[in-house]
């Protein structure tokens, strides 16, 4: 009997994937948590282990392909099964005296359960002479087959999801129909006064740039494509505000430049400022808890874990893997979790378990450069930091002017779970701890 192996949720909030390569092929042999394809999400790029063993029967989405969480996207035959419940039963001779009963159809077809037969027959009975009923199947499949979330948008808004033309496999209704669904309706109502007083002019198509000679077009891979999308998603659903604070590090920086070269040759590893600052980050957070919180709709949830993502540039792309339980962890126990992440992030060898139940991003463009930044909240998380470089600058300090390493932090957050107060008194509280390390302090 074949089985149907669906697209898994591959990390928290992860609503589809796409499928970017198939590892077996038709008739294939697939042993349990062998792995089936590789997947591209939002949040990682990873293998798809099988959930069963058997034989690969039949693929049923191509590669290339985007399909919601919860799609079926292959068939197994199980090992030790057969494709039908008849396959094994040894052939009869059919005489006048065992014609077909109602039990089994006639012979030369494959004997399938009574249930089938019935069902077809209460399925003809239930039709008109236009095929009514399995429209309404059809729709209710439908129905029942769209993700929560899109469940959850056409509840909040008002909408029935079989109103709404689906592009994903099988007519379902995805997220961005429904959200595009809304946000013309939207555009109609708002509009609807105007069009009663003169004629509104259809909308010309979106048309594409000129190309000049020299010109190169790049398609977008499957995780660019990803993180355009989940930043559009973020902007779009949460009002964005942000502030910014300077913080003198010029304690941190001696103590960083006395200890890196014993700590690099003592562990193995690069001391860079960011587990300092995710210490600071962490250690804030339990003073203002609303920072680590996620916005779900029409409630503010609190989380107790602090897991803290860290944003890894990929050159092509952007990704931010967890560090769960950051609470927990030393200075040093953070270096070395850092740099394990950033180090398998860059090898591309992360799996589902590293990008998932992140509380709070850092980042850290500093690293790159950057003296000021307006990060993008990683939704439906509350809030982000960003760190930037340390810069050597002239401030005036009790009436005189020092040159003193500065460091600017700003934090992004969601104005709907909290206010501008609220993520200042955080934000210091950072500043604090930052600036309290001297040259003599001991990183554990």
Same mark, same amino acid.
């Given at each position: 009997?074949a089985? $149907? +192996? ?5 990390? %928290?909030?992860?609503? @589809?994937? *796409?499928?970017?390569?198939?590892l077996?092929?038709? #008739? ?10 590789e ?9 798809l ?6 034989t690969?029967?039949?693929?049923l989405?191509s590669e ?8 079926e996207?292959v068939?197994?035959a ?5 494709d039908?419940?008849?396959?094994d039963?040894p052939p009869q ?7 077909p ?7 030369g ?7 089938q037969?019935?069902e077809?027959?209460r399925t ?15 729709e ?7 993700? $929560? +979330? ?5 509840? %909040?808004?008002?909408? @029935?999801? *079989? ?7 099988g #007519?379902?209704v995805?997220?961005k ?7 013309e ?14 004629p509104v ?11 000049y000679e ?22 779009r659903e949460?009002?964005?505000a942000?502030?910014?604070v300077?913080?003198d ?5 001696a103590?960083?430049?006395r ?7 003592r ?8 587990p ?5 980050v962490?250690?804030s957070?339990?003073e ?25 540039d990929?050159?092509?792309?952007l ?7 950051a ?5 040093l ?5 850092i740099?394990?992440v ?8 992360l799996g589902?378990?590293d990008?998932?139940g ?6 850290n463009?500093?690293a ?7 990060p993008?909240i990683?939704h ?6 960003s760190?930037e470089?340390?810069?050597k ?16 932090l700003?934090v992004?957050f ?8 609220a ?9 604090r701890?930052?600036?309290a390390y001297?040259?003599e302090?001991?990183?554990?």
């Open positions: 009997m089985k $149907p +192996v669906t697209m898994p949720q591959l990390g %928290e909030s992860v609503t @589809e994937g *796409t499928i970017t390569r198939w077996k092929a038709e #008739g294939d042999e697939v042993e349990i948590d062998e792995p089936l394809a997947v591209d999400t939002d949040k990682v790029n990873a293998e282990p099988s959930p069963v063993a058997g690969i029967e039949k693929f989405v290339g392909t985007t399909v919601d969480v919860g799609t996207i068939l197994v199980l090992a030790g099964e057969s039908s419940p008849a396959a039963a001779e059919n005489t006048a005296a065992d014609a009963t109602e039990e089994f159809p006639a012979s077809t494959e004997a399938q359960p009574v249930a037969d019935n077809r027959e003809a009975a239930r039709a008109d002479g236009d095929g009514r009923a399995e429209i309404e199947d059809a209710t499949l439908r129905l029942t087959r769209s993700s $929560p +979330v899109v469940r959850r948008l056409a509840d %909040e808004h008002g909408v @029935e999801i *079989t109103e709404i033309p689906g592009t994903g496999t #007519g379902r995805t997220r129909d429904i959200e595009g669904y809304i946000e309706r939207e555009e109609r109502e708002e509009y609807a006064p105007r069009a009663r007083e003169a002019e259809p909308e010309p198509e979106i048309e594409r740039v000129p190309l020299g010109d190169r077009v790049e398609e977008l891979t499957g995780i660019r494509r990803a993180i355009a999308n989940r930043m559009s998603v973020s902007k949460a009002p964005h942000w502030t910014m300077e913080a590090v010029s304690g941190l920086a103590l960083r430049e200890e890196k070269a014993a700590f690099t040759e562990e193995g590893i690069k001391l860079t400022y960011l300092f600052i995710v210490e600071a962490v250690e957070l339990r203002h808890p609303v920072l680590n919180s996620v916005w779900d709709g029409d409630r503010i949830i609190l989380r107790k874990r602090m897991n803290v993502g860290v944003a890894v990929l050159e092509d792309a990704i931010v893997p967890v560090i769960p339980d609470d927990e962890l030393n200075i126990g953070l270096a070395r979790k740099d394990d950033v180090r398998r992030a860059r090898a591309r060898q589902t378990e990008v998932s992140g509380t709070f991003t850092v980042n463009p500093g790159l450069g950057s003296v000021v930044s307006t993008i990683n439906p998380q509350a809030a982000i930091l760190a470089a340390v810069v600058r002239p401030v005036v300090i009790d009436d005189a002017i020092a040159v003193r390493s500065m460091m600017n700003e992004s969601d104005h709907r779970v909290l206010d501008g107060g993520a200042l008194k955080f934000l210091n509280a950072v500043k701890r930052l600036e001297g040259p302090s001991d990183i554990g």
